[in-house]
């Protein structure tokens, strides 16, 4: 496997970014390629065999793109196909990601945690081990969050809207008196000022972002495919969906005037 080949990202949408952005920071001269599947946008409320069928078709166009690992940024995918990732592509190294239960279970002070997330990731099997594993001992509140990652998807970071529908998820779980967030899906942290607010300084709120990145540095390391070259890196960003639409969305999270998405042709 080629140590200059890019490192394959994706995610739903454009919720991803928010784990590319930590990748970046930990791998400033790796090329990273990103493909937002906004044509299937969001995955959290389809049956898991659809996800599952989809997301191998996502790895299949990242592989073909001869990428040398591929990073599933997204919590529902991970939940719903990620060992079916990794059967597929057995040379290609699969990093997931799931809800930070593990470091919230150390980091709270009362035993109170909340988790929002889609409906899939808080039914899956995966979030059900880790329940199991760090939950025994302190009380886990879970709420699924309809309609957020869609918001994410339009840019709408600070609306009232955006607003009013955090309050309805994030009320129930704040009277429960949790001490620490969970965010177990990739969208959420672009809302984390808003969060914050509505949250106030006593509640610690997690996301996956830091350490799926210092995962995926560990991994390539282990393959030893980490790129010698010393240069500044490069990303490219495809979408499944409408690339004038995804581009304004991508150019404001990434923080960045000059990004130009590509279209992904990918078999429906």
Known sequence: MSEI??????DSGVGGLSILKEIRQLLPGEDLTYLADSAYCPYGTKPVSEIRARILKVAAFLSGLGV????VACNTASIAGLDQVREAYPLIPVIGVEPALKPAHGL????????????????????????EQFGADVEVYT???PGLVELVEAGKLDTPETET???QYLDPLLEKQIDTLVLGCT??????????????????ILDTGLAV?????????????????????EETFYTSGDPEVVNEVVAKLWSKK???VLKAQIEA
């Open 108 to 131: 709270t002070r009362n035993g109170k945690i909340g988790v929002l997330a889609t409906s899939l990731t808080l039914k899956g099997d995966r979030f059900s081990v880790l329940v």
């Open 143 to 145: 709420k699924p969050a």
């Open 68 to 71: 040398k690992a591929i990073v």
């Open 187 to 204: 969208h959420y942290p672009f809302l984390i000022p808003m969060i914050r607010n509505i949250c106030g300084p006593k509640v610690t």
């Open 258 to 260: 000059s990004v130009k």
């Open 165 to 167: 529908l955090l309050h």
């Open 5 to 10: 080949a890019a490192i394959g990202v994706f």
């Open 213 to 233: 990145a210092k995962q995926t540095v560990r991994v390539l390391e282990q393959n030893r495919i980490l790129n010698p070259r010393p240069r500044v890196g």
